[in-house]
C-alpha cells in the first residue's frame, strides 16, 4: 500500500487588489456571509489533506487579526513580502523544522474561494508519485491570439495552451529552492514559472471551471453562483 503522502498548504494573502477598486483588499471582501479568504482557508483545512496552512500577510494588514481564523490551530500566519513569490518563499520559512525536505506544499491562492476537494485529492493522487510536482490548470476552448500592441500577428494553436490554476503542488524543498535561486527575476509569475526557469517540467492536472479567481467586482457574484452550485 502506497504510503498517504505529507502536504501543507501555502497561501500568499499580502496582495491589494487595485483592480477590484474596492476599500479593502479583495480577500477580505464579503462573500456568502464570510471573507473570500475565509472561504479559501475552510476549503482548504475541511479537505483533511493538509498537516496546517501556512498563509503570508502583509505586516500593515488590520483585517487578518480581527478574523477568528487568524487564531485557528491549524493555521500559521507569516510575513508577506512585496511580490508574491516573496510571500509563498516566506510562508514556507515559516514551516522550517515542520515540514521535511521532501513533504509536498500545495500552493493556493487567496483569491480562489471555490476550490473543492475532489480538486485538492485529484491534484495529490495525480502527482504524489512525480519526480517535480505540478499545477491544476484549464485547457483553452477560446481562439487565442498574439498581439503586438492593438494589431493581431499570429494565431496561437490553443492545443498546446492551458491556463494555470491554483493549487500548485511541489516538494518542500524544491520550491524553497526554486524561489530562492529565483528571487526578485519578474517572470516568476506563479510557483511552477520558479521551477521552469531552472529547467524542471512541472504536470499539468486538468481542474474544475468554477476554480476562478476574484480579480473584478462581478467575479464576487459568479463565485457565490458557484458556491450554491457546489452546495
Known amino acids: 500500500m502506497n504510503q498517504i503522502p505529507k502536504c501543507w498548504a501555502v497561501v500568499p494573502a499580502a496582495g491589494v487588489g487595485k483592480r477590484m477598486q474596492a476599500d479593502r483588499p479583495k480577500q477580505y471582501l464579503p462573500l456568502a456571509g464570510k471573507t473570500v479568504i475565509e472561504h479559501t482557508l475552510n476549503r482548504l483545512l475541511q479537505s483533511g489533506a493538509f498537516q496546517a496552512v501556512a498563509v503570508a500577510i502583509s505586516i500593515e494588514d488590520p483585517y487578518w487579526p480581527e478574523l477568528a481564523m487568524s487564531k ?12 508574491r513569490a516573496d510571500s509563498v518563499l516566506s510562508a514556507l520559512k515559516s514551516l522550517q523544522g515542520r515540514a521535511a525536505e521532501d513533504d509536498w506544499v500545495l500552493v493556493h491562492d487567496a483569491a480562489r474561494p471555490c476550490l473543492t476537494a475532489s480538486d ?3 491534484q495529490i493522487d495525480t502527482l504524489k508519485d512525480d519526480a517535480v510536482g505540478g499545477i491544476l490548470a484549464l485547457s483553452s476552448h477560446d481562439t487565442l491570439k498574439h498581439v503586438d500592441g492593438d494589431t493581431i500577428t499570429a494565431t ?6 492551458w491556463r494555470a490554476l491554483t493549487p500548485q503542488m511541489f516538494k518542500y524543498g524544491m520550491l524553497r529552492d526554486a524561489l530562492q535561486q529565483t528571487e526578485g527575476n519578474p517572470a516568476i509569475t506563479d510557483e511552477a514559472s520558479a521551477l521552469e526557469l531552472l529547467g524542471f517540467q512541472p504536470k499539468i492536472v486538468e481542474g474544475r471551471p468554477d476554480n476562478i479567481k476574484i480579480t473584478r467586482p462581478e467575479d464576487l457574484a459568479l463565485a457565490q453562483f458557484y458556491m450554491e452550485q457546489q452546495a
Open 156 to 161: 496561437i494553436d490553443r492545443k498546446h495552451v
Open 120 to 122: 485538492i485529492h485529484l
Open 72 to 83: 485557528h490551530p491549524h493555521v500559521i500566519t507569516a510575513p508577506g513580502g512585496k511580490e
